[in-house]
DNA sequence: ACGCTGACGTAAC
DNA sequence: AGTTACGCCAGCG
């Protein structure tokens, strides 16, 4: 984990967040160990455009609000695609998120 | 080459 | 307790 390599780290941590689950930029970045960094790991999402198999829509910054859906395709992509894994989404935010929030440090515990 | 911005989050005032 | 400012790092003007 050094510098260029947060990306990689974000987008293997992305990588890993099961269907139907989310995650939040801090979490991700708490993980990597630079929780201040959080900022960085959502722009490492943007960077996630050209590759794919990262679902970036699974992760939405802390207060489980679509943050990043402007950046999909559409609007409504991102909104959609998490609601076609079960997630119930109400005025761009994340319903039962505590319920369905993926912590990297908890589950992958380091 | 330099500086501002940007898918966030926390600290400080 | 609400608001403002900053940190992180890389992409882009």
């Known amino acids: 984990m050094k510098h260029n390599d947060f990306f990689n780290s974000v987008f293997d941590v992305v990588k890993l967040i099961p269907k139907g689950r989310v995650t939040s930029y801090g979490a991700i ?42 950046h999909f395709d559409t609007p409504y992509r991102m909104q959609e695609l998490l609601e076609s894994e079960g997630i119930r989404i109400e005025k761009d935010i994340i319903v039962n998120f505590d319920e369905l929030f993926w912590d990297p440090t908890f589950e992958l515990e380091l």
Do not use: C, D, Q
């Open 29 to 70: 970045a708490t993980y990597l160990g630079a929780k201040k960094s959080s900022r960085t790991v959502g722009y490492a999402m943007n960077a996630s455009h050209s590759i794919p198999g990262i679902p970036a829509h699974r992760v939405v910054n802390r207060f489980g609000m679509l943050t990043g859906k402007i």
